[in-house]
């Protein structure tokens, strides 16, 4: 019987290509842990650099999370004060805008006149008819009995005011938000308008929303509201609460309007001012930046110009070409006499008529003027100034001087005294803000 040759088998082949895939596996992955090792062990500066750049954009250059700043109020306090460095806040710079600033809405300068007395169109509505009336600007209720004040007209040169109509008013804010932003100067320019508006309203249609930061009168078959934000600074301060802000220091951040911006932003019609919390002597500033309660001291012009830009900026980068913008210019006080009565003393107590003439008070400060006409020109068309300081630098006649609310208690002495507690600042109502009121009018 023939035997087949017997087959080698191809096992131990199989077996050795086996193990030297193993045997390289294992090294593989070896190489690899120490190289990771390495990586992680060494940590060279290029490798080092180029993972701070992932994560922080560059090594020079980061911006490292923080805790943000402690919102102002009124227990701010400065932890330090040093002189002002002159820095500034980082606002994205702007080109002045083609085209000349609008002061006036046709050819005619309704801020250049005459005051002018008729107590047959004016007062455009009663004191007693108002029931939103403040009682710091009730002159008449608190007992002032000369009644002349509510009766002048402001007369432009060489034309004429279009004459006040309330439905028509309301007919241009329908849908729309008129807010005034400021401080108690531009609150009572808020309820003039208010006064001027209410009465076509019925009494079941129209509301009022006082709140601690904005109040909001609304209308509701016209689906509007006037309202008012108490932002005396314009940008974030130690100030903003519109009732307890009779501080010892003012505090402010010029880098930070959020806490304003976030409210008027919304607005269609937009009425600002700012000045009389300037005149009261330095501001102290901390910047969003400042971790340690360092704060840096200026004089209110330079305060109210880094103020300011704030507000500049956030209208050049913000404001939709349909909004309204418009800048209230200082509004003056009369607490010296003997600037129009020479060699008299007191102040604007017991007066009871406009002046004639020119007149400039020394509390207009020229250079606060300029510096606001210096910004606002940066803007061009996107803001209308309301230019109504020199016509009621002659209203000296026009202040509540003694006849208002006070909310602190008055000595003995000091009653005895009007001209020492008089208010010179604020103005009847009716008065001299309605026709604030009746040049924005003219404007919309």
């Known amino acids: 019987m023939q035997k087949w040759p017997k087959k080698k088998t191809q096992y131990p082949l199989i077996a050795l290509v086996f193990f030297i895939f193993i045997v390289f596996s294992i090294l593989y992955n070896e190489i690899n842990i120490q190289q990771i090792h390495s990586n992680h062990d060494s940590s060279p500066k290029e490798d080092e650099e180029e993972e701070q750049y992932r994560l922080f954009q560059s090594v020079e ?18 932890h330090s004060t040093v002189k002002y460095s002159g ?13 000349d600033r609008r002061e006036m809405p046709e050819t005619c300068d309704y801020f250049s006149g005459e005051w002018v007395f008729d107590n047959s169109s004016h007062p455009l509505y009663q004191e ?30 060489n034309c004429n005011l ?63 509201s006037i309202e008012f934000l108490w932002a005396p600074l314009l940008v974030e301060s130690n100030s903003d609460d519109p009732v307890d802000h009779r501080l010892s220091e003012r505090i402010l951040r010029p880098d930070s309007l959020l806490r304003h911006s976030s409210e008027w932003m919304h607005a269609d019609i937009l009425v600002f001012n700012s000045y009389l919390w300037w005149r009261q002597g ?46 209230v210019t200082m509004s003056p006080t009369h ?62 006649d026009g202040h509540p001087s003694i006849y208002r609310k006070f909310w602190e208690a008055l000595t003995p002495e000091r009653l005895a005294d009007p001209a020492s507690y008089s208010d010179c600042i604020h ?11 009746e040049l924005l009018y003219q404007f919309l």
């Open 128 to 157: 007693s008819d108002c029931p939103y009336m403040s009682d710091q600007l009730a002159c008449h209720k608190h007992g002032r009995q000369d009644l002349e004040y509510q009766y002048w007209r402001w007369q432009p040169h």
């Open 162 to 224: 279009k004459r006040w109509n309330v439905t028509e008013m309301w007919e241009k804010l329908r849908g729309k938000r008129l807010m005034f932003v400021g401080d108690s100067l531009n609150r009572g320019q808020w309820i003039s308008m208010v006064c001027l508006m209410q009465s076509v309203i019925p009494a079941d249609k129209k509301f009022m929303t006082p709140q601690a930061h904005l109040s909001i009168f609304s209308a509701q078959e016209y689906n509007a």
């Open 335 to 396: 607490f010296t006499k003997g600037e129009w009565d020479p060699g008299s003393e007191g102040n604007c107590y017991n007066e009871k008529l406009p002046m004639n003439g020119t007149y400039w008070g020394v509390d207009s400060d020229l250079p606060t003027m300029q510096m606001v006409e210096r910004t606002i020109a940066r803007l061009g068309s996107k803001v209308n100034v309301l230019n109504i300081t020199q016509l009621s630098e002659y209203r000296k």
């Open 87 to 99: 820095k500034r806040a980082e606002w994205d710079s702007f080109k002045p805008e083609a085209g």
């Open 427 to 437: 103005w009847c109502l009716p008065g001299v803000p309605d026709v604030w009121n």
């Open 282 to 327: 330095p501001v102290k500033i901390l910047w969003s930046t400042e971790e340690n309660g360092v704060c840096e001291e200026i004089d209110g012009l330079g305060g109210m110009e880094l103020a300011m830009e704030a507000w500049a900026n956030w209208v050049d980068s913000n404001v939709d070409p349909k909004k309204k913008i418009f800048f």
């Open 61 to 78: 250059n980061r911006t490292l999370p923080r805790i943000p700043p402690v919102p102002l109020d009124k227990s701010s306090a400065c």
